[in-house]
């Protein structure tokens, strides 16, 4: 009889691929799962998994908190593979390096950045390939006018050496940039559909919320699908959509039924986050998303900002300090609906939109464990699944658990798809795929993290291996593993 490394036994195994759900033993060995059975199956170590669902490991295709501590609460949370798709990295290597060289707990990838290349042009920047290189200059004017064609050229020939160097697709910020020039989103999805790897946008501004706009972001997604042929991924259709979501949902159905690739992602809060000097959030601009700057909170820090000198003032000031921005009250159900209905609509994956940890001291430190005080984020970084276990399955009903399940697992490994290998061999719990694996406990799995307590971490989540190795065991983080590996195109 062969003996497996590491047997997990007894659990209720999810594989969305199959629509396996029943009690089976998984082995694993040399990280890779060898062996699901309805028998008994030996292991150097077995871990009793009765009661509990084993499901393949979550894939967060949204996260900006890439550095150890936030892997470290997103493993909490069921995650075992986090991608960097919406901002991505500019240049992508200098991202894939920093990661390798230091180690992460989870699995890791990058899509290559519009925003960052256009910067590092009419700004004349050097781009070290981390997100502060967008944040630090994410309200400069310079960066978001219309550029002639034989710059935007340029940009499309920095993109597609990025995507040589491995990148993941591309990940496209047009709303911080809402002027620029329809035609130059379309020669970014050109580029793309030429290299068959997705973009994952951030939409431009509604026109119910921008009369004025260049062209209706709902619109400029799907036309962008249709026209070019590329996969366009439509980042976090809750937050800027709000409370349109099902006018931008409908278009984007229309243009699936019509033969165009476009997926869509949702997290299950109200609240969003982005750089204070964000385009979007110039004081005279709220209205149109029916804010006030009471609206906005900066995170670390107590209360909402009171007017609009002040939110002037720190617009100029730190234009990259984090903000909560108060889309919807999550907690009234009306409100809490529309973006329930982004989460369940079809195919749609769960994907959190996680952001960078602040220490509010300015004294950094991603390596210790537990977090402190200091620590602070959008509870959104800590607790999307946990939320989505809770509140969409178990509270409301409204997705089945191996639906859920589907849609933090098999969904998003097949938006990062057919060009990019390594995915088939994740999102799924079956012989010859990656033992990244999350075992959770059904009746209990919550979302802990709040708007004040934001790093609380999840709980429920029991066991979470990534590669056949443990980051979370009996419900606690191994502050030794650092098994992630790199996920590259
Ligand atoms: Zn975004």
Not at 198 to 206: Q, S, V, W
């Amino acid at each position: 009889m062969t003996t497996y490394d590491l047997v997990l036994t007894r659990g209720r195994v999810i594989d969305p691929e199959t629509g396996l759900d029943a009690v089976r033993d998984v082995g694993v060995s040399g990280g890779v799962i060898q062996a699901v059975s309805d028998q008994p199956l030996d292991g150097v170590t077995t871990v009793d998994a009765t009661g509990l669902v084993v499901s393949p490991g979550f894939i967060d295709l949204h996260s900006h908190s890439m550095d150890v501590a936030g892997h470290r609460l997103q493993a909490l949370d069921g995650v075992t593979t986090v991608l960097e798709l919406e901002a991505g990295a500019y240049p992508v290597a200098a991202a894939y390096r920093r990661a390798e060289i230091e180690g992460r707990p989870l699995n890791y990838g990058f899509a290559t950045s519009w925003a960052v290349a256009r910067m590092s042009v009419l700004l004349g920047l050097d781009t070290s390939g981390d997100l502060d290189d967008f944040l630090a200059h994410i309200g400069r004017e310079e960066w978001q006018r219309a550029a002639p064609r034989n710059v935007v050229d340029r940009i499309v020939g920095m993109l597609e050496r990025d995507l040589g160097d491995g990148a993941l697709g591309i990940g496209i910020l047009i709303g911080y940039a809402p002027r620029v020039d329809p035609s130059e989103y379309l020669a970014v999805a050109a580029l793309a559909a030429r290299v068959g790897l997705p973009t994952y946008t951030h939409a431009r501004e509604l026109v119910e919320m921008d009369p004025t706009t260049p062209v209706d972001g709902a619109e400029e997604v799907v036309r962008a699908a249709a026209e070019t042929g590329a996969h366009m991924h439509y980042c976090h259709v809750n937050s800027t959509s709000i409370r349109h979501v099902d006018r931008v949902l409908g278009l984007v159905e229309k243009v699936r039924a019509e033969g165009s690739r476009v997926t869509t992602e949702a997290y299950p809060y109200g609240a969003g986050m982005t750089g204070v000097g964000a385009a979007f959030l110039a004081p005279e601009l709220l209205h149109r998303r029916g804010l006030t700057p009471h609206s906005i909170g900066l995170l670390g820090a107590e209360g909402r900002v009171p007017d609009a000198d002040t939110l002037r003032r720190i617009r100029e000031s730190e234009p990259g300090s984090a903000a909560f921005v108060h889309l919807l009250d999550e907690d009234d159900p009306a409100q809490f609906d529309y973006i329930q209905r982004a989460l369940t609509f079809t195919d749609a994956a769960v994907a959190t939109d996680a952001v960078p940890l602040l220490w509010r001291s300015g004294a950094p430190d991603p390596l210790s464990w537990p977090l402190g005080p200091d620590a602070v984020t959008h509870p959104r970084t800590a607790g999307t699944y946990g939320r989505t276990l809770r509140r969409l399955v178990r509270e409301n009903g409204v997705l089945s658990l191996p639906e859920a399940v589907r849609r933090c697992t098999l969904v998003p490994a097949d938006v990062v798809g057919s060009g990019v290998p390594a995915m088939r061999r994740k999102g799924r719990v079956q012989a010859g795929c990656d033992a990244d694996l999350t075992v959770f406990a059904p009746e209990t799995v919550s979302d802990r993290a709040t708007y004040t307590e934001t790093v609380r971490h999840s709980s429920g989540f029991v066991h979470v291996l990534v590669g056949g190795q443990f980051v979370v065991r009996d419900e606690h983080l191994v502050p030794t593993a650092l098994p992630g590996r790199v996920v590259r195109a």
